[in-house]
């Protein structure tokens, strides 16, 4: 496996290399990641993995400082995967001038769910993902589902702006006791990570009730919120949406999702469960 920190050397390495397939990540990797990378095997050769903490979409006091950068344990993980190149830039190589050109998303995907409590975020994900496609040139980028709304993004930028690349959505990775896994579970204290399930536990019960045939979603937030409010979580959103367009459900929508975010001290953790209904998941 190759390492490259540089874009003229990554572009070497890549020219007129046959059907590559692409993960970007922001490193700090876990099972889930490499997941990723194994499902990208079975899509084509070179896989190429990117390792790049994106200052662009972070907020102001949010993570980006802190977010761990653990290149060598990735490097490692990833060549035990079978990636076969991984493109680790710095800030200055990725934006040496400021990044005065960025996606605008639309607002009603940019400012609903995370984006309402991340302004910016999904822009910044969106630019350095469409800068990222076009240094690797991949044909197939897979992306983990843990991130529901982030995929939408991915797939609407790659439809809009006419992208010749598959978008491959891979389910989320989970700990023995259901929690999603996720770089920032690092950052939980011991007694916040035996609660953090509960937030999974909320969203599977909402996807149960909704299967077996509630239909006043609003109650059932209300609910999940109640409960996790009472344990100490401060909630962002707990939202019942469509899972093709993540709007509101309609009682045509037989592929829902249901989505949350909420905070457990200074951690702020996202999980989603998909609903099909008359066609479990
Ligand atoms: O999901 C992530 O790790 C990041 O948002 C991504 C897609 C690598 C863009 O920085």
Same mark, same amino acid.
């Given at each position: 496996?190759?390492?490259?920190?540089?874009?003229?050397?990554?572009?070497?390495? %890549?020219?007129? +290399?046959?059907?590559?397939?692409?993960?970007?990540?922001?490193? @700090?990797?876990?099972?889930?990641?490499?997941? #990723?990378?194994?499902?990208?095997?079975?899509?084509?050769?070179?896989?190429?993995?990117?390792?790049?903490?994106?200052?662009?979409?972070?907020?102001?006091?949010?993570?980006? *400082? +802190? &977010?761990?950068?653990?290149?060598?344990?990735?490097? *490692?993980?990833?060549?035990?995967?079978?990636?076969?190149?991984?493109?680790?830039?710095?800030?200055?190589?990725? &934006?040496?001038?400021?990044?005065?050109?960025?996606?605008?998303?639309?607002? /009603?995907?940019? @400012?609903?769910?995370?984006?309402?409590?991340?302004?910016?975020?999904?822009?910044?994900?969106?630019?350095?993902?469409?800068? %990222?496609? /076009?240094?690797?040139?991949? +044909?197939?980028?897979?992306?983990?589902?843990?991130?529901?709304?982030?995929?939408?993004?991915?797939?609407?930028?790659? @439809?809009?702006?006419?992208?010749?690349?598959?978008?491959?959505?891979?389910?989320?990775?989970?700990?023995?006791?259901?929690?999603?896994?996720?770089?920032?579970?690092? &950052?939980?204290?011991?007694?916040?990570?035996?609660?953090?399930?509960?937030?999974?536990?909320?969203?599977?019960?909402?996807?149960?009730?909704?299967?077996?045939?509630?239909?006043?979603?609003?109650? #059932?937030?209300?609910?999940?919120?109640?409960?996790?409010?009472?344990?100490?979580?401060?909630?962002? &959103?707990?939202?019942?949406?469509?899972?093709?367009?993540?709007?509101?459900?309609?009682?045509?929508?037989?592929?829902?999702?249901?989505?949350?975010?909420?905070?457990?001290?200074?951690?702020? #953790?996202?999980?989603?469960?998909?609903?099909?209904?008359?066609?479990?998941?």
């Amino acid at each position: 496996m190759h390492i490259h920190s540089r874009i003229a050397d990554l572009r070497g390495a %890549l020219a007129g +290399r046959g059907r590559i397939v692409f993960v970007p990540t922001m490193g @700090n990797l876990h099972a889930g990641h490499v997941s #990723l990378v194994k499902q990208a095997k079975r899509h084509g050769s070179p896989v190429v993995a990117s390792i790049f903490v994106n200052p662009l979409q972070f907020g102001a006091g949010e993570d980006f *400082e +802190r &977010y761990p950068r653990t290149l060598s344990a990735d490097s *490692e993980k990833l060549a035990a995967a079978g990636c076969d190149i991984v493109f680790a830039p710095d800030v200055a190589e990725m &934006y040496p001038l400021p990044q005065t050109f960025t996606v605008q998303v639309a607002d /009603n995907l940019a @400012n609903d769910l995370c984006g309402a409590f991340r302004p910016g975020h999904f822009s910044g994900v969106a630019t350095v993902v469409l800068k %990222l496609f /076009n240094l690797v040139q991949p +044909r197939v980028a897979v992306f983990g589902k843990k991130d529901f709304q982030q995929l939408r993004v991915i797939q609407d930028l790659v @439809n809009q702006f006419n992208l010749p690349i598959d978008i491959v959505g891979v389910d989320t990775l989970r700990e023995a006791d259901g929690l999603a896994m996720s770089s920032r579970n690092g &950052y939980l204290s011991e007694a916040e990570r035996m609660q953090a399930p509960q937030l999974q536990r909320e969203l599977a019960a909402i996807a149960a009730a909704v299967r077996a045939g509630e239909r006043d979603f609003a109650a #059932l937030a209300t609910t999940a919120r109640r409960h996790l409010a009472m344990a100490g979580w401060r909630v962002d &959103y707990i939202e019942l949406r469509d899972a093709a367009t993540l709007q509101a459900p309609t009682v045509d929508s037989r592929h829902m999702v249901v989505l949350g975010a909420a905070r457990l001290g200074k951690t702020r #953790l996202i999980d989603n469960i998909e609903i099909a209904l008359g066609n479990p998941l």
